[in-house]
């Protein structure tokens, strides 16, 4: 009787899983398939699995959703912001926890503060704020790239700023006085100390900013906007879904496509998700 909790809890478990599952099944067996099937019997398995590969080669070459440009858009996009959004938060909680100062302390906790703010709050202020940026110093920021990494490094800033900020506090101050002393500047302390015993802490940005950055659809949406020639898989997506929404076939191929590299990516470096929050509390 004692281990009828266990047991009640691993159903549970089981049961969360086969409905997290469940979407993603159905995309898969469905993408295999032809339209007629897909519509007539959502439920069975494919009769020809090689119709996945019929479809993909489809949508990559198909030139009214290009599949292929938008893929390599957010290739592009999501290395470039998981760039900026390691690299200049790192330094800026480096900074903040060395100066042991109020304002300091103030700044930090302003970072903290702005995780709180739902994105739907600032997503319009921040589009006229792009405009207004053009019309002063002609700088675009729509439907550009940079406006889009631009943006990714402004709402990923906080989080970032303040991983790093708990996990510096646990690096012991005597080894950049051991690099001062030795003639080393400041910013040799940092990227040749500190940057590099970060690198916990790069994996768990990198892995949770890059699922979350190639998987937006709004913030795309609103920064590169519709029938632009720069668009991310989600936006291709959504703009295929609408131009050919009887082929349920291909819609599904094309959401399965895009869930692919995400997947592989986090599967292979998940146990570094919890390796860099667990470094940062107990080092």
């Not at 959703?65 to 957010?74: A, E, G, K, M, T």
């Not at 002393?181 to 802490?201: E, N, Q």
Request: aromatic share 16%.
């Amino acid at each position: 009787m004692k281990k009828a909790p266990l047991y009640l809890l691993e159903a549970l478990v089981l049961a969360a899983l086969v409905i997290y599952l469940y979407p993603f099944v159905i995309v898969l067996i469905n993408s295999a398939k032809d339209s007629f099937s897909v519509t007539q019997y959502p439920m069975a398995l494919p009769d020809d699995w090689g119709q996945l590969f019929v479809n993909m080669q489809t949508i990559w070459t198909s030139p009214s959703i290009r599949y292929s440009s938008s893929f390599f858009s957010s290739v592009f996009i999501t290395a470039m912001s998981l760039v900026v959004v390691t690299f200049f938060p790192a330094q800026a909680a480096w900074v903040l926890v060395r100066t042991k100062t109020r304002t300091s302390q103030v700044i930090f906790l302003l970072f903290v503060a702005a995780l709180v703010i739902p994105f739907q709050i600032v997503m319009f202020p921040l589009i006229s704020w792009f405009r207004t940026i053009f019309e002063i110093t002609g700088l675009r920021l729509l439907r550009t790239y940079f406006g889009m990494i631009l943006a990714y490094l402004g709402f990923g800033l906080s989080l970032s700023v303040f991983m790093y900020h708990g996990f510096i506090k646990n690096i012991p101050y005597e080894l950049e006085e051991a690099a001062i002393i030795d003639g080393s500047s400041m910013p040799g302390v940092f990227y040749r100390i500190i940057f590099p015993l970060l690198t916990p802490v790069h994996a768990t940005i990198g892995i949770l900013h890059g699922m979350w950055i190639w998987n937006d659809f709004l913030l795309p949406l609103l920064v590169l906007g519709k029938g632009n020639r720069i668009q991310t898989l989600p936006l291709a997506v959504a703009n295929f879904a609408g131009a050919y929404v009887k082929q349920w076939d291909l819609i599904l191929t094309s959401i399965l496509m895009a869930m692919i590299p995400v997947l592989v990516f986090f599967f292979i470096a998940q146990k570094r998700i919890i390796k860099g929050m667990v470094a940062g509390s107990i080092k």
